[in-house]
């Protein structure tokens, strides 16, 4: 009995941490809510929210499908800041089509990802340094293109359908709040329910285990660096339509926001795993948390400490989710050994 009602206590402490990022997410907003009852629980405030929030819930996306494999890739913050300047320039300076320039950017930030894949699994570079190394070329190229200034755009101003990737409302919501549920979608059927989905996570756990049984580690690996950097260009254009200004030191803002919600997002849903719906809730906690910090009028600097000690608070988090599902399995072997023994 005693052995059954501590099974019974350890499936419910599960469930509670399981559940407890979004328990969070409402207590936070209900706080702010009433501190803020004219202005917060708003529905302007809400799509304000939802449209600021959407390229850093994309960002977050991105740098989640690495993470999953325990891989890092540092240079999606330069990324992001490049493609919105090339997408910036080549709208101002050439007559190609917006779309194709969109294009045109998200298939080169697919080559960075190339790169990116061959230097960790060919090269055999450490994620952190081969990824700074190619953001740092990243933000070189940037500041060539524009000189070190900014680019602006004519009078006339730029395309309405350009904008409208950002501007534009559906059933009353910004269409930026789609492009997050689309991909959030993609992801989690990707890695849920597909076996390729599922052999990135046996790569993430154990690289070793994943080559004896067949998975082409380095393949997947390359994959995901490649994914990372399309969603990163995606982004870029997106931040292009956002800013109509190209500016060449923008970019490195989004890279902490971004880790703070894919490493805090696997405190959730799947606990100790890098998980779409896990980052999407993350990130809909920094964006409750930002709003009413700002709302509450803090000084510019608030902000970037909230990230920094919440990204502290997801790594600790994290690592401590990783140990209780070790530990969890590690338990049930036990048992299940015990059991059969009798």
């Known amino acids: 009995m005693a052995k059954k009602n501590g099974n019974e206590s350890q499936s419910l402490a599960l469930r509670i941490g399981t559940l407890g990022l979004p328990i969070l997410m409402v207590i936070i907003f209900v706080v702010f809510s009433l501190l803020l009852p004219s202005t917060y629980p708003t529905i302007s405030n809400l799509r304000g929210m939802l449209s600021n929030q959407s390229i850093p819930a994309l960002l977050a996306l991105g740098a989640m499908i690495p993470i999953v494999t325990a891989k890092f890739d540092l240079s999606m913050g330069y990324g992001i800041g490049l493609t ?139 994959t995901a660096f490649v994914a990372a950097s399309c969603v990163t260009g995606f982004a870029g254009c997106i931040l292009a339509a956002q800013q109509q200004v190209g500016n060449p030191s923008i970019g490195g803002e989004y890279l902490l926001p971004a880790f703070v919600g894919a490493l805090l997002g696997s405190t959730t849903i799947r606990l100790g795993r890098a998980n779409a719906l896990g980052t999407l809730v993350a990130v809909a906690i920094l964006a409750i948390g930002v709003s009413g910090i700002q709302q509450l009028g803090a000084d510019f600097w608030v902000t970037p400490l909230f990230n920094g000690l919440t990204l502290l608070a997801a790594v600790g988090l994290a690592g401590y989710s990783a140990r209780r599902r070790l530990k969890s399995g590690a338990e049930a072997s036990r048992r299940s050994m015990e059991t059969n023994e009798n």
Not at 181 to 193: D, G, M
Request: include cysteine; proline fraction near 6%; glycine fraction near 12%.
């Open 84 to 222: 919105h300047v090339v997408v910036m320039w080549m709208i101002v300076n050439t007559h190609v089509a917006w779309p194709l320039i969109c294009i045109l950017s998200i298939l080169g930030m697919a080559v960075v990802g190339l790169i990116n894949g061959l230097l960790v699994e060919f090269a055999q570079i450490d994620s952190f340094i081969a990824t700074l190394g190619t953001g740092s070329v990243l933000y070189a190229l940037s500041g060539w293109i524009t000189g070190g200034g900014r680019i602006v755009p004519p009078q006339q101003g730029l395309p309405k359908g350009f904008t409208n990737l950002i501007d534009a409302h559906v059933f009353g919501l910004p269409i930026s709040a789609y492009y997050v549920v689309t991909l959030v979608i993609i992801l989690a059927v990707y890695l849920e329910l597909l076996p390729a989905g599922r052999g990135l996570y046996v790569i993430g756990s154990n690289p070793r285990a994943a080559e004896l049984i067949g998975i082409p580690k380095r393949r997947y690996v390359i």
